[in-house]
């Protein structure tokens, strides 16, 4: 399985941005897959995930600002980003769980200035 993201770039503090991860080499199946991301200093920190069933969760600090979504196919996920502030400021990273195995993305950088 490989992952790609993209969508990343600087915006201005209260706008939006969108993330986008393809998944290729996953085949039929809907696996959970998440967004996660790590600013400078930090540890890497899960952001939001969404079941293979379409539930989803949020980090606390991202509730009301983030929507995790995906494809019909189920390969594709997204990361609405809305009302960013220069706290979000990272790189995210998609990852794809199909246990044991956790697969991840190269990251994308997003920069919140203020």
């Known amino acids: 399985v490989q992952l790609q993201a993209s969508g990343g770039g600087l915006v201005q503090a209260g706008g939006s941005v969108r993330l986008v991860c393809t998944a290729s080499?996953?085949?039929?199946?809907?696996?959970?897959m998440s967004w996660y991301r790590q600013a400078p200093g930090k540890q890497r920190e899960l952001v939001a995930r969404?079941?293979?069933?379409?539930?989803?969760s949020y980090q606390d600090s991202v509730k009301g600002r983030f929507t995790i979504s995906r494809d019909n196919a189920g390969n594709t996920a997204y990361l609405q980003m809305s009302d960013l502030k220069p706290e979000d400021t990272a790189v995210y990273y998609c990852?794809?769980?199909?246990?044991?195995?956790?697969?991840w993305g190269q990251g994308t950088l997003v920069t919140v200035s203020s």
């Open positions: 990852n794809l769980e199909d246990p044991p195995k956790k697969y």
């Open positions: 080499g996953s085949g039929s199946i809907m696996y959970p």
């Open positions: 969404i079941t293979s069933i379409g539930r989803t």
